[in-house]
Nanobody, 121 residues
Framework: QVQLLESGGGSVQAGGSLRLSCVVS????????MAWFRQAPGTEREGVAI???????RYLSSVMGRFTASKDNAKNTLYLQMNSLKPEDTAIYYC???????????????WGQGTQVTVSS
């Protein structure tokens, strides 16, 4: 059974940094499309970064230049380095996996439980 487990969330002040990790177990990781999504209260879940099986990321425009997504196939781990955090980045962050990449959240096969990121001004 495929499982995704996020960690690394927390509370920081604006301008600070956090690094999220997502460990995948139960399946081969290297050929999957991976992604980070986030959801703030009262909003829809939105894609933050999509990492193709070849490792090339694609970002939400509002996080470009501040967030960096990467994957370590040897460790079956997906990362999200978040710098210059803003209060509007506050949300629950989820990692997701699927055999193909999708922009929206509906077609992803596997999800982690989420990790809370809170940025104070």
């Amino acid at each position: 059974q495929v499982q995704l487990l996020e960690s690394g969330g927390g509370s920081v002040q604006a301008g600070g940094s956090l690094r999220l990790s997502c460990v995948v177990s139960g399946s081969s990781f290297s050929g999957a499309c991976m992604a980070w999504f986030r959801q703030a209260p009262g909003t829809e879940r939105e894609g933050v970064a999509i990492v193709r099986s070849d490792g090339r990321p694609r970002y939400l425009s509002s996080v470009m230049g501040r967030f960096t997504a990467s994957k370590d196939n040897a460790k079956n781990t997906l990362y999200l380095q978040m710098n210059s955090l803003k209060p509007e980045d506050t949300a629950i962050y989820y990692c997701a996996a699927a055999s193909a990449c999708y922009l929206g959240p509906d077609r992803w096969d596997y999800w982690g439980q989420g990790t809370q990121v809170t940025v104070s001004s």
